[in-house]
């Protein structure tokens, strides 16, 4: 696109030289930097690989001086011809004003330019852009070299459109400029007139809108996702009214587990059970969301010991425990102990709702080796 | 003029150089560039005279493009931040708005931390700047004179002279 800059006033046009590899795209750019006035340009930036093949693109600016009170500034680049770069050619695209296509006149080398004018073509249309909108010249390159494909034999294939082409020589220098010359009015042509509709260059948005990353609280009812294999085996846990936030979850996954495994051999019980899991990992909330600090004077009781005590039918004690030690592999310590001290109502009593005295991480992990010191002391297991 | 044009008028220019001095004052940085995500230069405040700040804007602009490819390979839409640190000096890059770049360049006499957060203040009331400029823009476009054209090709005849 092209930059009009009422400050600086300043134009500054986008032209990029676009061709099959070794085709003269660079020679193109030094040669053109070799030869104008240096009031005109500036460096010559090539990010090339060691053995001078481009690697994202070169870059020459020229500035042809002030026209109508406007500096006309024009920034040249070409992009890397290999296949394989095909990434950063398309990058090199972004808001182009007017194209250069560099093709190679050599007869085996003809395959090499209609991919990559079809590449051309390609790219362009992921920035929107098409190819019959855009000033584009084409340049049959390497007529030097002896048993070159002629315009005429070139033409057919190549330009059907009927862009301006030019016979050249990189390396020796003829039609270079012509080149160059021709799209550079093209492309001053086209800023005149405006040419373009704009729907017709409607650039996809770069800052689409993002997804809001989904908060623990609002990410409940996708929690609660498999509900039609609620409804396949009630699971007994599902007659507890009041349950905390996070328990729904847990049992959730359980309930396909135990769904699924019902429904193939009941022999592989636990591995089909681990296979579900893994199929319907549950979402995480943030671990900070759901640290509550629980303050428990005689933390005897593990959470095993609750289970088996609230556990209702031997039926469901494969799944179950093996819900509990995912769940202990997910979460961290803190929250566990918050699970699990909502899970019994005795515990609940004892929860700090506000303003805890400590960190509620801290707190949890002086919880933790409390009981530990009490386990050690009273050897109970 | 095509629809998407940049153009930028001399009173936004003030503002937003006014809005780089800012930050070069608060974050103590050598130098703020705005560059256009197609690697044309807006504006630049601070020491830049020995800087070939055209090939900076062109270069800057292409490493940020090519981070954006990265952030797609990996899942995210695009990276906001890019942080390029030397022995002496160093470029904080941050995105402003749909398509520009504000790039700081500063050394060891300031943190990256204090550059980050003025960077963050002023890429938000540039972006303020750049909608307002969009509206414009759309509301009436700009045009240059009429024989630009026709002048500038006899002068690139004049220029461009095997």
Redesign the interface.
Known sequence: ????????RE??C?IVYYGPGLSGKTTNLQY?HQ???PS?K??L?S?ATDADRTL??D?L?IN??A??G?A??F?L?TVPGQVYYN??RK??L??VDGLVFVADSQPDKMDENIESLNNLKENLAEYGYDLDEIPIVIQYNKQDLPAVLSPDDLRPVLNRTGWPEFKASATE??GV?DT??CI??LV?????T?????SQ?S?P????P?QPVPTAVESQPEVRMPAARETVVPHPYEEKPAQPVREPVLETVGQGAVAESTESDGDEYPKATAEANLENPAPQPSPVADIRPVYRPFPGNTREDEEQMSRPSPGTRASTEYVSMSDQIRKPRAEQTAASAGQSDRDKPYAVPESPRMAPPLKAETARKKRSFFKRLFGLK | MSDDSLIIYEEEIERIDSLLTKLLKGAEAKCALLVDKDGHLITRQGFTHSLDTTALAALLAGSFASTKEIARLVGEMEFSVLFHQGKKDHIHMSLVGERSILAVIFDDRTTIGMVRLYAKETADELAKIFTGMTDRSQRGRAEVSADFAATAGNKLDDIFKD
């Open positions: 696109m092209v930059s009009i800059n009422y400050a600086t134009v500054s986008k053109v030869k104008v006035p005109t500036g460096k930036i990010l994202y693109f870059f600016p042809i001086g026209i109508n406007f006309a500034k920034q680049y990434a950063t990058l090199v972004r808001g220098g003829f400029f160059l010359k550079l009015k001053l042509d086209k800023a005149k405006g040419g373009v509709s704009p260059r650039v948005s770069v800052s689409a993002v």
